[in-house]
């Protein structure tokens, strides 16, 4: 039997080849995605580990909230005289003072920001004295050229970031900063390295200890950590305990290890998002290879049909028959995961250039190769293969031995009642789920659609040999019509298999479901933003930070002076805990603020006294407070009472809750716009005071000037930019998907040789022959397409509502591109039909119909 | 009454495989149908009917050598005027029956005609169907037909384009004696009634008594023929034929 097994697995190697392709592509994927994330986790853990001194002191973090600690910008520091105490303790060999400031950029030689949205930069101190070594022992930094900044207007960079942004020692390089100046024009006086491997794209700017404290921490003359170096001998733990001593209150004392922990948290926090994303589409390429691999197993072993009869003839077992044909799926298993291992490789490379193109720069760390990747590669390759298989096998053991007698073999199948069964199950547990999580109050309403998404589409592929019959006879009738006998011909093969025709429409089913979900997300976030912004930008101009960030307060009065300029109204975001739920607010002046913008309240009035907050509605539902009551807002810094003034429409401009701007100094955090709301004199021409703003902004590329228009071109190009991103994902989908009609229909062709031969002999020429197998693709193409853009249909509409109070308010379905889908899968078709068609028109008509 | 030319082979030479399996199946065979007639080619196996038949139907290209087919000479074309040719000019009765399964009876026999995009002549179509005895079996797909049944439609199939000539190769070969009689003396009933001109490749003495003429074929040549056969005739001039070239 073996031998019967390895000759099959010989002589059909084009075959195997197109199906063994499937599984590369998705084995592909999912080790790139591995190996590439685990690179990016060994660069994390390499910065994590490497920028730990022994013992730091810092401020009490409070809650860790990491997206909190990313938008506010905490202000809280050491004073500089606690390091005297600490440097005089036992075990302390030495302390020092650092300071870590964000908001800043490096202006490019080209006038354009270094980084942009991309990786931090981070303003450093040079540190009085000798810097401390990291807990290994080392020096951070590894000076290149030059030294270290003295004085204010000197400056070092990082070599990565000197090099991008084309500054050489000596230049003067333009420096955005969140504070006065906006604009810092400084020497670069030093280019230093890393001593652990690569930033991950991040900038470090290193000032001399003064200016960082002016420029970062108001001047006062303190650090946001102490950095402390230990005795030879002693263990962090008894150092951190001596310092916790001598420390004041509001500070805390902790070990090198647990603070790269928690770094290496954070970071596992933030890159789980992007494992996840990369492996979900993993996963749905290895679906679609599934549909394509079970598909051609049922072809192939029909077509040796005979063949099995007569080993069963001959005194094989069912168990052998299905055996050869499971080991034929082993080793299809084993050389498509070999070769998706392979290729995963270069997609990790091909990953690695991307990123860094987006600022994720990982060239100090090279792949990572874990034992677990290649084991999970061979594990999930193998066991796709072999359970898409399975069903073909068991089949191919059910041939009676005296098939080998009959001149026309019929496979057993099973009935299509079971399979209309499971699929209404399927279906019905999908769409409940799906309602439930879009209509109804579930905790984690998404879970419950995407599982619901999920049970929808293994209905709609398990059903759909039922759900083609009518779509084909539909394409009957068209082709009829059009093409005539040719057509009609087309449409008879299509039909002539339903399962097959439909397992290979599935999986385009499955890719085009995918993208039209996609497509309707995007169309109603981009609609919900243009209506968000219509109905809620009341201002003539907004200016904001190109990242996000808090800018000088200084911009603000300036523009105020802008001739042109009738009323300015700063906003700052900020990210709190209300009553224990994550709360995104902007903090402004409510009088200023009123001139602006309309908010339309329900009960109340704006914020304005301390320690006041308004609420949106649906954000006052799900904390169940109203006007009146009292919020418990916690920070990092700690937590305090808060009367809620006032409940307004839910509006995306300004978040979930208004708080006054003094909750910002309050909390601790430092004041800097995120944005300004502007409006002009009435009268004065629109360009006009355009051009003024933007003299007044200057040449400080991080502040825009956006109106209406800009900015919500610029809100839309941020969610169009993630939907490329996803449609070029789930395009590996649809190359399957397009393997997978190439492959069944050169095995029909295979499987059809003697009738194409009669049908040349009477006179189809090869043109028409090319035509039909042309037909029968597209027929199985725009099947696929229909059945796929119907349930994106119903997924769009159900991730829509279940989003509903989460910034897509409005449904927007985009016919246009829904056509276009179409469209583009009849090409689908066509093209897939090209290799096939060829080869039947190939064949020798003699040949064929003598079945030689 | 001097007989029309309907198909002509001459000097055709037809060599398969290299070296030691070098066969020559063709050997300068030339042969003259004639029209309204219905020829049998017997001979042993390997003696090259088949061949000769596939050459002649513009299945097929002789190394050498030229068939005409009425007027036209098929090594001139090309294979989309060959296509033409076999779709507009000839007909095809195959042993093995070779029906499009997804087609019925009725779009079988229609299929040269639909692909050629032309409407049969009713009247021609009637006769057709009729002769065959098929009237009650047409909306049947091929599955659901027996084979005796399945070769009819085959027939009816390769008459109703009202061809020049109709091959047939071996058409009674995959059929028990019954429907193998049917099948025959509707071909025969063809060439009497409709004046159609059939040449058919057998092995079967009592098949070749049906037809007009009997060509015999060994080692590629033609090497005897015979006119208004029985089956003792046939039967006796076969083996006149083998002992001569000694098989």
Redesign the interface.
């Known amino acids: 039997m073996r031998r019967v097994t390895w000759r099959n697995l010989v002589a059909r190697k084009v075959r195997l080849f197109l199906s063994a392709f499937a599984i590369v592509l998705g084995i592909a994927f999912l080790s790139g995605s591995l190996v590439f994330t685990d690179t990016i986790g060994e660069s994390f853990d390499q910065i994590a580990y490497g920028t730990v001194t022994d013992v730091a002191v810092r401020p009490e973090t409070g809650n860790g909230d990491a997206i909190a600690m990313s938008v506010n910008r905490e202000a809280r520091s050491i004073p500089a005289s606690v390091i005297d105490e600490i440097s005089a303790l036992p075990g302390v060999e030495r302390a020092q003072g650092a300071v870590n400031g964000g908001g800043l950029f490096v202006v490019k030689k080209n006038n354009r920001l270094l980084g942009g949205t991309g990786a931090p930069t981070i303003a450093l101190n040079a540190g009085r004295g000798e810097p401390i070594p990291n807990a290994a022992g080392d020096q951070m930094l590894k000076w290149e050229q030059g030294t270290a900044p003295v004085k204010d207007g000197e400056i070092a960079l990082d070599a990565r970031s000197a090099e991008v942004a084309g500054y050489a020692l000596g230049d003067t390089v333009k420096i955005a900063l969140p504070s006065d100046p906006p604009i810092l024009k400084a020497k670069l006086v030093g280019i230093f390295g890393f001593t652990s491997g690569g930033l991950a794209g991040a900038t470090l700017v290193l000032f001399d200890d003064d200016s960082a404290q002016k420029y970062f921490l108001d001047g006062k003359d303190a650090y946001s950590v102490i950095q402390v170096e230990a005795k030879v001998g002693a263990t962090q733990r008894e150092v951190a305990d001596q310092v916790a001593k001598v420390i004041p209150e509001g500070t805390e004392s902790v070990t090198g290890d647990s603070v790269a922990e928690e770094s290496k948290d954070l970071f596992d926090q933030l890159l789980g998002f992007l494992n996840t994303f990369l492996l979900v589409f993993a996963g749905i390429a290895l679906v679609v290879g599934t549909f394509l691999i079970v598909n051609t197993f049922s072809i192939l072993v029909a077509q040796r049909s005979r063949e099995l009869a007569l080993l069963r003839a001959l005194g094989a077992s069912r168990r052998q028959v299905s055996s050869s044909v499971l080991t034929e799926a082993f080793v299809i298993g084993m050389i498509g995961s070999t070769l998706g291992l392979a290729l995963g490789f270069g997609l990790a490379m091909l990953l690695k250039v991307l990123f860094s193109q987006f600022g994720l720069d990982l060239s100090g760390t090279s792949l990572v190769f874990q034992t677990r990747t290649i084991v999970l590669a061979y594990a999930v390759g193998v066991l796709v293969t072999m359970l898409a298989a399975w069903i073909p096998a068991r089949r191919a053991a059910k041939v009676p031995p005296v098939a080998a007698m009959r001149d ?1 073999i019929a496979m057993p199948e099973s009935s299509l009642r079971w399979r209309l069964l499971i699929a209404l199950l399927f279906g019905f547990a999908g769409a409940g789920a799906m309602a439930a999580g879009s209509w109804l109050d579930v905790p984690r309403p998404i879970v419950w659609v995407g599982a619901g998404i999920f049970g929808v589409l293994m209905a709609v592929a398990l059903g759909s040999p039922i759900i083609a019959t009518p779509v084909l006879a539909v394409f009957g009738a068209i082709y009829r019509v059009i093409y ?3 057509g ?2 087309a449409a ?2 299509a ?2 298999n339903p399962r097959r025709t439909a397992a290979t429409a599935s999986a385009l089913m499955i890719g085009l479901a995918l993208v039209t979900t996609m497509s309707i997300l995007g169309a109603s976030i981009n609609t919900s933003i243009d209506k968000g912004v219509e109905r809620e930008f009341s201002a003539d101009f907004i200016v904001q930070n190109v990242s996000g960030q808090p800018f000088s307060p200084e911009i603000s009065q300036k523009i105020t002076a802008v001739p042109g300029v009738d009323a300015v109204s700063p906003a700052q975001s900020i990210v709190f805990k209300a009553d224990g739920t994550q709360v995104f607010a902007s903090a402004t002046d409510a009088e200023q603020f009123a001139e602006v913008f309309e908010l339309s309240f329900a009960s109340g009035e704006a914020p304005t006294a301390d320690n006041t907050i308004a609420l949106s509605e649906s954000m006052a539902e799900s904390i169940d407070r109203t006007t009146g009551d009292v919020v418990e807002l916690t920070f990092s810094s700690g937590s305090y009472d808060a009367t809620v003034t006032g409940v307004y429409a839910d509006s995306n401009v300004v978040g979930q809750a208004l708080v006054p701007l003094s909750t910002v100094t309050t909390a601790g955090i430092k004041r800097g716009d995120t944005s300004l709301a502007i409006n002009a004199v009435d009268g004065t021409g629109t360009r006009t005071v355009r051009a003024n703003l933007e003299r007044a902004v200057g040449d400080n590329p991080t502040i825009v000037v956006q109106d209406k228009e800009s900015y919500a071109e610029a809100q839309r190009s941020q969610v169009n930019t993630l939907l490329y991103l996803i449609y070029a994902l789930l395009g590996l989908a649809i190359v399957i998907a397009v393997l997978g009609i190439i492959n069944t229909l050169a095995l029909s062709v295979i499987e059809r040789t ?2 194409i ?10 043109p ?1 022959l090319r035509r039909m197998v042309r037909l029968e693709s597209v027929a199985i193409a725009i099947l696929g397409a229909v059945l796929g853009i119907g349930a994106g249909l119903l997924f769009g509409v159900a991730l829509q509502r279940s989003f509903q109070n989460d910034g897509i308010s409005d449904l927007a379905i985009p016919t246009g591109s829904l056509a276009v889908f179409v469209l583009v899968s009849a090409l689908v078709g066509v093209l897939a039909a090209v290799l096939p068609a060829r080869r039947a028109a190939k064949l020798d ?2 040949r064929a ?1 003598t ?1 030689e | 009454m001097e007989k029309t030319v309907a198909a002509h082979a001459h000097e055709l030479t037809k060599t398969y495989g290299k070296g030691d399996a070098q066969v020559r199946a063709l050997d300068g065979v030339s042969i003259e149908i004639y029209e309204g007639e219905f020829t049998a080619v017997m001979g042993p196996s390997g003696s090259g009917k088949s061949t000769l038949m596939h050459c002649m139907a513009a299945l097929d290209t002789p190394d050498s050598g030229r068939v005409t087919i009425g007027s036209t000479t098929l090594a001139k074309l090309d294979d989309k005027a060959l296509t033409v040719m076999r779709r507009e000019k000839l007909g095809f009765i195959f042993q093995a029956f070779n029906l499009v399964p997804t087609l019925t009876a009725e779009e079988n026999i229609l299929l040269p005609l639909s692909i050629a995009g032309k409407k049969p002549d009713p009247k021609w179509y009637a006769n057709v169907i009729e002769a065959v005895g098929l009237a009650d079996r047409l909306k049947h797909r091929p599955n659901e037909m027996s084979g005796g049944q399945a070769q009819r439609v085959a027939c009816a199939r390769a008459l109703v384009s009202r061809p020049k000539i109709v091959f047939a190769d071996e058409p009674t070969g995959n059929l028990d004696s019954t429907s193998g009689a049917e099948v025959l003396s509707f071909l025969r009933r063809s060439v009497d009634e409709f004046g159609q001109t059939i040449v058919m490749v057998t092995h079967d003495p009592v098949a070749a008594s049906y037809t007009d003429r009997v060509v015999y074929l060994a080692d590629g040549r033609v090497v005897s023929e015979l006119r208004h056969p029985t089956a003792e005739k046939v039967l006796e001039r076969m083996s006149v034929v083998q002992r001569r070239i000694g098989v």
């Open positions: 026309e005539r006998s040719v009609k011909l008879q093969n039909r002539r003697r009738e031969g009669l049908l040349r002999a009477v006179g189809l020429t090869r028409q008509v003699l119909i079945g």
